[in-house]
Every structure is written in C-alpha cells, then in structure tokens.
C-alpha cells in the first residue's frame, strides 16, 4: 500500500517534513465512524465511534532515508498500521493509517485545536530529534525523554523568539552562519551534539566545516532569595557531577535556588515553583538581575536569574528539595557578608551566584532602603 492516512501530530502542519526530512504533497482526507482518543503528549488512538469523523492528510509512503527515519519514529511512538478507507473529495481511496494502540482505561477525546495551542511549536522539533536518534528509540527510552526532549526544544524556540541586542558585535544576516549535524545526539538527559560550523570571518573570509562538540543542555531560572530586613540570603547546598568528574575533592556547591523551565512554562513561572520545590518559599514576584549563557563555547544552557525578596529565618540549615526527583539539598539562610566571604574565599565557586551576589552588593542599599532600613 503506497499511501499513508496521517492522523494527529503527525498530520499537523511540519511534523511529517520533520520526521522524514521531505516536503511531501498532502491532500486533505478523513474517515467516518472514528475518533481520537489518548493524550494531548503522545500519539493518539483511534476508536469507533457513530456519527464522527477522523480528519487528516494523505501522502506517499516515504522511501530510503526518509522512510527509515519515519519508522524510527513511528517505532518510539507505537505506532501500528491499520488498513482504513478515507474519503476525498474525489471518492474513496484505501490508505495505511498509523495509529497509538488504545490507552488502558477510559482516554480523553484527542482534539486538533487543544494540540495546537500546546504543541503545534514545538513537536516539529521534538519529532526531528526521534528521527535522529541513533540508535532508534524504544518506547520505553522516548517515554524517560520526552520531557527533556520538550524542554530542549521550547529552548531553542525561546532563543528564536528573545534575541539579545548587537550593537558592538556583529549583527548576525542570512547566510553569515550555518551549522548541520555530523552525527546523532548521544545520552539519556542531556545530550552531546557533533557539528560542523561554518560562519564568516573578521578578515572577510569564511570558515569551513569546522569539527565541534556541543553539550545540548537547558534553558533554567536561578532565584537568589534576599532578606533585605535581616540582610540575608539563601544558598542551596548539594552534589555536582561536574566538580567530581573534574577531579574536585569537594563536590558539594553553593549555588542559589535553581531549576530547568519546563515546557510552555515561562522563566519566571519556573523560579516561583522552584523556589517552592526547593525551599518552601511562597514567592510573589521576581526581581530580574540578568540572563545569558554560562559557557557559550561548549554548551547550549542559558540561565534566567532573578533575586526574590522574602522573609528568610534566623541563620541556620534545613533539608529541601522534592524526594520523587531524587533531590538531596541542604538550605543555608546566611548573612550577606558571610555570603560574600564565601566568595572571596573561593567557598562559592559557581560563577552564576558569583555574579548574582555581586548584583546584590551594588543594589543592596537601595533594597534595604526601600524595605525601611537603614545601614548608618
């Protein structure tokens, strides 16, 4: 059977180009009697149902390449053929239509305009990086991903959307820069990407195929919690993989408050729930001090970083952190200080809350002010 019935994410507009990597011609068709049913998140099902209609897209059934890459796909989703006749304008046609097996229990109706609203940005991409993986995903390795998937891509959708200023460096045109992939994405939560860079050169020229290595990592919101009446911060203590992999003797890090945006979360509705998941702090507002990456030469992280002014406890430590997600912390409410001794001593040796203390130290004054106290 040479034609394929694309229900679902996979009948909205770029997911199919995206798994396949073709511009296919796709004609408008549905089948009566059925419906969708299964999460908004994953691929739906189809079930019968009198009086609907499945509404969806023929198109050829891939080849090659494409086709590998549309069965790897199809494969991490569950995806199953099932023989359907559809109806199009000129008549009735039998075609392949992929489907989600039925979900246990009763499944919600899977409904195109909820999809759009959450997913229509974002899937395109998420559903390019299953094609690519390499190996193939099980549905069992999709399922631990997906989130980091999404996360990965409302990042690079974030970072399309939000560009910085270029008033002393170069302003980036069409064509100035390009990148592709020299091999698939490696590792379960973050990812390693190989590429090949070209981008144009001060001198005029160009740089061609240059071999580099990129750890694909997140978009996260750091919160400095700031008492400014008692003077005190928050700093959250716990182990790192970075240090003890780099040889440190001590892999423990005081860093601030600090979590990845989830998808269709925004920076600042992240640092709220953080700073409630972490430290049991019922912010109300964030206080921007700036954002950017912390290691543009090898990584694709951005940090979001906010101070949040709040009623912090006399100087002491406590537990926090969520046990379902594994997360060992210890919360130390310090004077600022003391917090900035640790600095100097090297103690705080993450460059992120380096700089937020340091941002605290020329506004804090003005913070102390406005909160009634006097430093005379």
Known sequence: MQKLFLVGPLAAEGVFEAVTGLVASQRPAHFAGHALVGALDAAPAVVARQGATVKGRLVARPEGTARDRFESYAAALELTEHTVEVTLPDGDVAAAALCAPMPDGDAPDWHSEDWQDRWAEIWPLIAAEIADHAPPLSPGSFARQRTMMAVRASARLRAKRDPAPATLRRAARP???????????????????????????????????????????????????YDPRRDRVLLVEQFRTGPARRGAPNPWSLEPVAGIVDPGETPEAAGLREAREEAGLALDTLIPIFSGYPSPGSNTDYFHCYLALTDLPAEESWRGGLAEEHEDLRLHAVSFSRAMDLVQSGEIDVIPVQGMLYWLAHHRARLRADAGVSDA
């Open 175 to 225: 064509g100035d820069f390009a990148w592709r992939a020299d091999a698939p994405l490696s590792g379960e939560f973050f990812k390693l990407a190989g590429l090949r860079i070209e981008h144009l050169r001060f001198d005029g020229g160009r740089a061609e195929a240059l071999p580099r290595e990129v750890l694909v990592g997140v978009d996260a919101t750091l919160v400095l919690p």
